[in-house]
């Protein structure tokens, strides 16, 4: 409805209006599913401290050997970009600056890391749920 109030100075034919109102929440609900469907689960470092576990059921290992093992799934440019974002605690600029590379290139390397790294991590509450 915001849509509608902002572009109706645009309708040129009151007598279509209806099908000018269908055409925007046709082209709104549409945009709204393709950006469900390309969302992508990723795992936010920032705020999540020391509340993950591996997924697994096992019980968690020492945090340093668990951080050891989640960076051993990525490559080594990935695992390069991750420490430097995560434990050094650099920006995104001053990576892209520091390896010279573009800074997008930064930025898709840490969200592909985030994605590869999701489904290992999960929720300390989820953990305990799945052995109880």
Known sequence: MLTV???AAQVRDRGLFRAWLFKIARNTLCCHYGKQTREVETVNFEETSDGLVPASVKPPGIPAFEFLRWMAILDSGERE????RFIEQLEYHEIA????L??????WRVFNAKKKLAPYLAPRQDWRSKIA
Not at 81 to 84: D, K, P, T, W
Not at 102 to 107: A, C, E, S
Request: charged share 25%; proline share 6%.
């Open 5 to 7: 109030y902002r572009k």
């Open 102 to 107: 573009p800074i997008g290139t930064v930025q």
């Open 81 to 84: 970009i991750m420490e430097l």
């Open 97 to 100: 600056t520091a390896r010279q």
